[in-house]
């Protein structure tokens, strides 16, 4: 029990790091573009229930909302709170930690989240667990390296190669469907993130 407690206590300080985002550019215009793509996949329909993880101000929630989708959000700190002003269905909870039944959605949208898991293996594990068979995930992270140098930002833990990453999405138990370079230029220069639509293998 040693382990676990000390592993408790280092989650524990780094909630610190969770900070409020206002939706911005580009993440207002991604986000529209990638729901689309989403909702144009075989088997996404009207009724499924979608989780949103790091759902932020709620953004893709009432995309999601608006296309007839059922969707629920996790997220830490002051977005539960404004999520849930709006009458949105969001839950304080931990990427990591899901505290949902096994195969409870059709669909996980995880966009800019992974990277803030300490261990993104584990936590795709769990996304894993709460899709039912040939369930759709949406994964997007920022690029290492580029102009905004993204594995510099406090929070992020896990800015990891496109290689990794698809390594541990096979690992997790999901086949990669489509897999898309979203670039785009910023004050700082050229940015990148990589954009993965992927299925639960049964």
Not at 57 to 71: D, M, N, S, W
Request: glycine share 8%; charged share 20%; aromatic share 10%.
């Amino acid at each position: 029990m040693h382990h676990l407690s000390g592993l408790e206590q280092f989650i524990e300080q780094l909630r610190s790091d969770v900070y409020p985002e206002l939706p911005s550019e580009p993440h207002l215009t991604i986000t529209a573009q990638m729901i689309e793509r989403l909702l144009a996949k075989p088997g996404v329909t009207a009724g499924q229930r979608v989780l949103d993880v790091g759902c932020g101000q709620g953004l893709a929630l009432r995309r999601f909302l608006a296309a007839g989708l059922r969707p629920v959000g996790i997220a830490l700190g002051e977005d539960v709170r404004i999520c849930g002003q709006e009458g949105l269905d969001v839950r304080a909870m931990d990427q990591s930690f899901l505290d949902f039944e096994d195969g409870s959605f059709d669909i996980v949208w995880c966009r800019h989240a992974l990277e803030h898991s300490i261990f993104p293996y584990f936590t795709l594990a769990g996304f894993k667990r709460v899709l039912r068979p040939e369930g759709m995930l949406y994964v997007e992270v920022p690029a290492p390296e580029t102009s905004c140098h993204h594995e510099r930002n406090p929070n992020h833990y896990s800015v990891l190669g496109k290689s990794m990453w698809c390594s541990l999405f096979e690992r997790a138990g999901f086949a990669l469907e489509e897999e898309l370079d979203i670039n785009f230029t910023v004050p700082a220069g050229p940015d990148l993130y990589w954009s993965f639509f992927l299925r639960s293998r049964t």
